[in-house]
Each structure stands twice: as C-alpha cells, then as structure tokens.
C-alpha cells in the first residue's frame, strides 16, 4: 500500500517501453562498458527511444542499475 501511495503522489506519467527496446539498450550499454540488467535500462530505453517529451535543452538524469545478468544471458542480447 505504501507504494501504490508514493505513486499516486509522485508519478505523474508512466512510459512504455518495448522488450526490443530494453535488449537494444543493455547491447548499447554493454558496449559502452557497462553491464546493466534489463530492468535496470527501462529509463535509459525511454529516452533512447524518445518516448519522453519535452526534454531537448534540458538537463536529464537516468538511473541505471542492477548487474544481475551473466554474459551467457548477454549473448542473448543485439550485437
């Protein structure tokens, strides 16, 4: 319940973001160095994808966390 309230109080918006698309960011994070879980790339996917409006010009942060995928899965994963 204390979740469903933090959202309802803070969340003004909620963006979708494809399977595709969070397999695309993973390889592109992974070729940049980083190994980030699935999950942990939704927001990195969102703007990759421009499924943000209203964001050119501005300062924007994306939170990229978890590290809980092994290279087998990674193979899995868009060169």
Do not use: H, M, Q, W
Not at 18 to 41: F, H, R, W
Request: with cysteine; net charge negative; glycine share 8%.
């Amino acid at each position: 319940s204390l979740s469903y309230e933090l959202c309802e109080k803070y969340v003004e918006n909620i963006v979708l973001v494809t399977d595709e698309e969070i397999k695309s960011a993973v390889s592109t994070l992974y070729k940049a160095g980083l190994v980030v879980e699935p999950s942990g790339t939704a927001a990195f996917a969102a703007i990759t994808n421009e499924k943000i409006p209203d964001i050119n010009g501005k300062n924007v942060v994306v939170i990229l966390s978890g590290g809980n995928i092994g290279k087998d899965e990674l193979s899995n994963f868009p060169d």
